[in-house]
T-cell receptor, first 113, second 113 residues
Framework: DSGVTQTPKHLITATGQRVTLRCSPR?????VYWYQQSLDQGLQFLIQ???????AKGNILERFSAQQFPDLHSELNLSSLELGDSALYFC????????????FGAGSRLTVL | DQQVKQNSPSLSVQEGRISILNCDYT??????FLWYKKYPAEGPTFLIS?????DKNEDGRFTVFLNKSAKHLSLHIVPSQPGDSAVYFC????????????FGPGTRLSVLP
């Protein structure tokens, strides 16, 4: 158990729908990152939050949004879903200071039919 | 535009021999590098890191070498064990800019008994 909790583990939905993925970071970590891994692809950085504020943005589609709440958990909202959004979505956390390590959750597998 | 490249999608090695996984980067601002290992249905787990002020870092069977002039790093696993069979991701970060970790596409290592 890495200490980073992601829910749900699996999600199957239809095109055009909206889903929310949730992440609770490791205790003490202030920074949360979201990554997308499509089939046999690498980890594509989506967005990073630090203590509630957006810190960096990657290749995140306009249909996707995220936020980090005062209790430091984060949610990734995916809307108007398309078949190509089917992927593993990973959340990772770090303490956000200096040279440190990302700790990943087990991921949420989204299947869009 | 891939800033972190792992040009070998897969690698097979005999148990007990050395595994060498390679990674190249293009952004000269990267100054902190990590290797992650990922098993199926799990999140990536941290393996070893190196900062740009060093050219080598060892942790047990794992050694990472950094060649800044060539913008190249490698992970050596000696001796390789069947349990090392996994996908290995190289990641790089510019510590001065938002701790955004950029991941390579991964190399699938198979250690044959």
């Amino acid at each position: 158990d890495s200490g980073v909790t992601q829910t749900p583990k699996h999600l199957i939905t239809a095109t055009g729908q909206r889903v929310t993925l949730r992440c609770s970071p490791r205790s003490g970590d202030l920074s949360v990152y979201w990554y997308q891994q499509s089939l046999d692809q690498g980890l594509q950085f989506l967005i990073q939050y630090y203590n509630g504020e957006e810190r960096a943005k990657g290749n995140i589609l306009e249909r996707f949004s995220a936020q980090q709440f005062p209790d430091l958990h984060s949610e990734l909202n995916l809307s108007s879903l398309e078949l190509g959004d089917s992927a593993l979505y990973f959340c990772a956390s770090s303490d956000g200071s200096g040279a440190n390590v990302l700790t990943f959750g087990a991921g949420s597998r989204l299947t869009v039919l | 535009d891939q800033q972190v490249k792992q040009n070998s999608p897969s690698l097979s090695v005999q148990e007990g021999r050395i595994s060498i996984l390679n990674c190249d980067y293009t952004n000269s601002m990267f100054d902190y590098f990590l290797w992650y290992k990922k098993y199926p249905a799990e999140g990536p787990t941290f393996l070893i890191s190196i900062s740009s002020i060093k050219d080598k870092n060892e942790d047990g069977r794992f050694t990472v070498f950094l060649n800044k002039s060539a913008k190249h790093l490698s992970l050596h696993i000696v001796p390789s064990q069947p349990g090392d069979s996994a996908v290995y991701f190289c990641a790089a970060s510019d510590l001065g800019y938002g701790q955004n970790f950029v991941f390579g596409p991964g190399t699938r290592l198979s250690v044959l008994p």
